[in-house]
């Protein structure tokens, strides 16, 4: 893999030949009018699983999230022992078993594999190596290193504080009081949390630094801890405390991931559309829901009701100024959809989403300039000058949302071509038949 600087060819620089992997984007030719059946979420779902790993009995997860970053998942939880078995209606069913070291850890390029795994191997029997995808090992982890230290669990890595190391599992955790910074990534806390029900202390996780991102992910783990019976106390701005505790076996039902409903919500105000998602929950602590304030201050009309979400275009599509800290994964689609808008946007507060699959400030920057749109990187996030937007081949940098982020773009720029849509799989592995899907559900068209 290239170095971060030669993953980013400087804005302006030619697009190159098309390669093995590349998928043309298709251009919309009349407003969309489709009905969009959205995949589980990514982050319920890894939850979920780690917390059945640590539960006294089997659980089920129903309709959970089958895309890399869960297969690297169940993957991480099968090498430790905890059996993970596809059931005949797509469900998983999760064995509980002792946790077994000696082993190895693929993380691909899963935050939530990197962050959430390494606690819960520190109560496996032996060592467990851990490492992934080359870009996973630029991103920001020395935190949970530190904090698993502190807690007394034994890490070896390179000094550099990131993939790969080992935790050296010796069948328990003390546990106890630890203070991390983790304005790099809310899922330092979430990783800690999700496994310190087990800690023979259990523990308390203060946060020192700048402002956490990404906090309702946070709720969403101190949510599915309590569903699975362990008491969290959230009281305390930047401190949380898990007492040690059996958890429960859970049967849960995944919901829809709402980050990954973005894409599809921006066809609908591209094409001057309609899309609608069922299953949209009228209550959740998925960040992604912001989606639907953004959709509606860039001039849609939004409808939440017992039957999901439906989005239907106004008139164009205007410029925002929003600040997208707690929502970061929203960034590439918003940014897209920036830049298709009747005027300039800026998007701010998340500084932190450079150290995401890629430097998502530098990768967009990048990518809108080649096709010609006016970006400029700001301290936090991106100023976006709508312009008359060029064909052009749009690089991915291994990022799922960059895949998610030129489809939109190519709904009303034609000839553009997303190298390596491959990558999407990580959340979304159907994302280019439900794209097509959904374009084939036109006004006045048979689908
Ligand atoms: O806990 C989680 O499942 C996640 C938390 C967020 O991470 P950051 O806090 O690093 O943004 C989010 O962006 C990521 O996609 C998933
Ligand atoms: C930041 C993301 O993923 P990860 O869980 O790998 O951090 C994302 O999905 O946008």
Redesign the pocket.
């Known amino acids: 893999m290239p170095s971060a600087d030669e993953d980013h060819p400087p804005p302006g620089s030619p697009a190159a030949p098309p390669a093995d992997g590349d998928w043309a984007a298709p251009a919309a030719d009349g407003p969309v009018d489709a009905r969009v059946v959205l995949p589980g979420s990514?982050?319920l779902t890894?939850r979920y699983l780690v917390l059945a790993a640590h539960a006294g009995e089997v659980s089920r997860l129903r309709a959970p999230l089958r895309s890399r970053?869960t297969h690297l998942m169940a993957g991480a939880l099968r090498a430790l022992g905890t059996g993970v078995d596809d059931v005949d209606d797509g469900d998983w069913l999760v064995t509980p078993g002792p946790l077994r070291g000696d082993t190895d850890v693929d993380c691909g390029?899963?935050?939530?594999v990197?962050?959430f795994v390494p606690p819960l191997a520190g109560l496996a029997d032996g060592p467990v190596r851990f490492d992934g995808d080359p870009h996973a090992r630029r991103?920001p982890m020395a935190p949970v290193l530190g904090a698993l230290r502190a807690l007394g669990v034994g890490v070896d890595d390179d000094d550099r504080g990131g993939l790969p190391f080992t935790v050296h599992g010796a069948g328990s955790v003390r546990g106890g009081t630890v203070t991390i910074d983790a304005s790099a990534?809310s899922?330092f806390v979430s990783g800690l949390l999700l496994s310190a029900a087990r800690f023979e202390e259990g523990v308390t996780v203060h946060h020192d630094g700048k402002a956490v991102p990404s906090l309702p992910h946070i709720e969403m783990t101190v949510e599915t801890l309590r569903d699975a019976g362990v008491v969290v106390d959230d009281a305390e701005p930047h401190t949380w405390r898990v007492e040690p505790s059996e958890v429960n076996a859970l049967d849960v039902q995944v919901e829809p991931d709402l980050?990954n409903a973005a894409q599809f919500l921006a066809a609908a105000l591209v094409t001057g559309g309609r899309v609608h998602v069922p299953g949209w929950p009228q209550y959740t602590t998925q960040g992604g829901d912001f989606v639907r304030e953004v959709v509606d201050m860039m001039g849609a009309d939004v409808v939440l009701d017992r039957s999901g979400l439906t989005v239907t275009a106004g008139g164009g599509i205007l410029g925002v100024d929003v600040d997208l800290h707690d929502s970061?994964?929203l960034t590439?689609v918003v940014a897209a959809l920036a830049a298709l808008a009747d005027g300039p946007s800026v998007i701010r507060g998340v500084a932190h989403?450079r150290g995401?699959?890629t430097d998502r400030l530098r990768a967009l920057h990048t990518e809108l300039d080649r096709l010609g749109c006016g970006v400029d990187e700001t301290e936090d996030g991106l100023r976006i000058t709508p312009r008359p937007l060029r064909a052009g081949r749009f690089h991915t940098y291994a990022?799922?949302?960059m895949v998610m982020a030129a489809a939109v773009l190519g709904l009303a720029v034609p000839g553009v071509v997303v190298e390596d849509v491959g990558t999407v799989a990580?959340?979304m592995p159907e994302f280019t038949a439900l794209w097509d899907r959904m374009l084939r559900e036109r006004v006045g068209a048979q689908a």
């Open positions: 990514k982050s890894n970053d390029l899963a935050g939530n990197m962050r991103r990534s899922q980050s970061s994964e590439p989403i995401h699959e990022d799922h949302r990580k959340t």
